[in-house]
């Protein structure tokens, strides 16, 4: 019986418990989390089975994927590079828009996001231009361009739409560019233009931008209609403008006394920050949250401040520390591999994951504006979390698959007869 249970659960035995705890933790919190779905469907039930089938689907692609050896990757990054730049274009042109966004493509049965797919396919592309052209003294200066001909395209489809998952991307392009040792002077000149287009679009998203008063927010549906028709070719193109300048200034205004605070406008910040200072030590206790009844978004960007409300400083730290545990098993993975392929592999997908789950977790204890990013293996979600089970077995795979380095092997040989 543990021979077959073996056989199933291959691969680095640290990263399936994370991945087994970030499960459990998400059934029971996003159970919680959901009762604004509960109260809307009048069923308590059925949100947290559709979310356990998913997480059931997203552990039978982990097994799959750990399956497949990590030198066939390879062979997949040009059939999702073309899946994925269809796909995006297809979603600005015809996607469902969910909160004012072009984000998912509704297909009879089911909804994906299209980003999901990309974000994993760049890393698989970077990791496989970085390991083909590693010298002795690091990556060929070539790599660089070549990298950015495949971000860049991708980001910029992504950033249309979710902005902040495009910067998050591009960011951990960027940290693998160190991994990967492309020379730092061109980092530097990266970093540097990053800056000034940063600085631009600030500028541009504030000429654009009109962030709503509370008065203009109550204006009828006819007469939205009507500004929207008045709109320059200009503004809708940056139709997501209002939106992101709204999030600027709102976390550009510092700390707002309780009596001056619009709870109105600013419900999601306001009811995440209650759910944390009323936390204590040890919380709440699962599933007795008062704050999810407030927070449209619990059961998914704000997720980890339901966790801190309930489970306290201490469940979120134990939160904490599985994706630093996540991130240092990925970096040990990397070290023993004799090849550069699955080593920029296994840590690409590592830094993608623990990035994203450190911006959803500085946006729910006020340390970054609203991002709309998931709690990775945790949030509430469809494609996302499949895709991101799929990421967990791309690392098993390499853990489990790639040749190990010859002096990690001799190590190892000298662990066992030391046993002995």
């Not at 559709?50 to 997203?58: L, Q, V």
């Not at 990775?376 to 098993?396: E, H, R, V």
């Amino acid at each position: 019986m543990n021979k077959r249970i073996g056989n199933i659960f291959k691969g680095d035995k640290v990263i399936w418990m994370v991945f087994f705890f970030l499960c459990m933790i998400s059934i029971v919190e996003v159970f919680s989390a959901s009762s604004g779905l509960t109260y809307k469907s009048h069923d308590f039930i059925s949100p947290i089975l559709k979310h356990t089938g998913t997480i059931a689907m997203g552990l039978f692609i982990a097994v799959v994927t750990l399956n497949i050896p990590c030198k066939y990757f390879k062979l997949m990054t040009p059939f999702l590079l073309l899946i994925s730049i269809i796909t995006l274009l297809w979603v600005l042109m015809g996607g469902e828009t969910i909160n004012g966004a072009n984000r998912v493509i509704e297909i009879p049965g089911f909804t994906f996001q299209p980003s999901e797919i990309a974000k994993g396919t760049l890393i698989l592309a970077e990791a496989q231009i970085l390991s083909a052209m590693q010298r002795e003294n690091g990556a060929d200066k070539d790599a660089f361009k070549y990298i950015l001909w495949i971000a860049l395209p991708i980001t910029f489809l992504i950033g249309l739409e979710n902005l902040s998952t495009a910067a998050m991307l591009f960011g951990v392009v960027i940290l693998m560019m160190f991994v990967g040792r492309v020379p730092y002077k061109q980092i530097g000149k990266l970093v540097g233009v990053i800056a000034a287009c940063a600085a631009t679009g600030l500028l541009l998203i504030m000429l654009v931008g009109h962030a709503e008063t509370p008065e203009e927010a109550k204006l009828s549906k006819t007469e939205t209609v009507d500004k929207q028709k008045q709109k320059s070719k200009i503004e809708k193109l940056f139709h997501r403008a209002d939106t992101w300048k709204g999030r600027i200034l709102n976390f550009g205004k510092g700390e707002v006394s309780p009596r001056d605070y619009d709870l109105d406008k600013d419900a999601q910040v306001a009811h995440a920050n209650i759910a944390i200072v009323s936390s204590g030590i040890i919380g709440k206790g699962p599933g007795k949250s008062v704050e999810r009844d407030f927070l449209s978004q619990a059961f998914s960007d704000f997720i980890y401040a339901i966790i801190v409300e309930e489970l306290g400083i201490i469940g979120a730290a134990f939160v904490v520390l599985l994706y630093i545990i996540l991130l240092y098993r990925a970096a040990r993975i990397a070290s023993r591999c004799e090849n550069n392929f699955p080593a920029l592999l296994a840590m690409g997908l590592g830094l993608l994951l623990v990035v994203q789950a450190v911006f959803n977790m500085m946006v729910a204890v006020g340390l970054a504006p609203v991002t709309g990013q998931p709690l990775p293996l945790i949030s509430k979600g469809g494609t996302s979390t499949i895709i991101n089970c799929a990421y967990i077995g791309a690392i098993l795979s390499v853990s489990r698959s790639a040749k190990v380095r010859s002096d990690k092997k001799e190590q190892v040989k000298l662990a066992e007869s030391t046993e002995i």
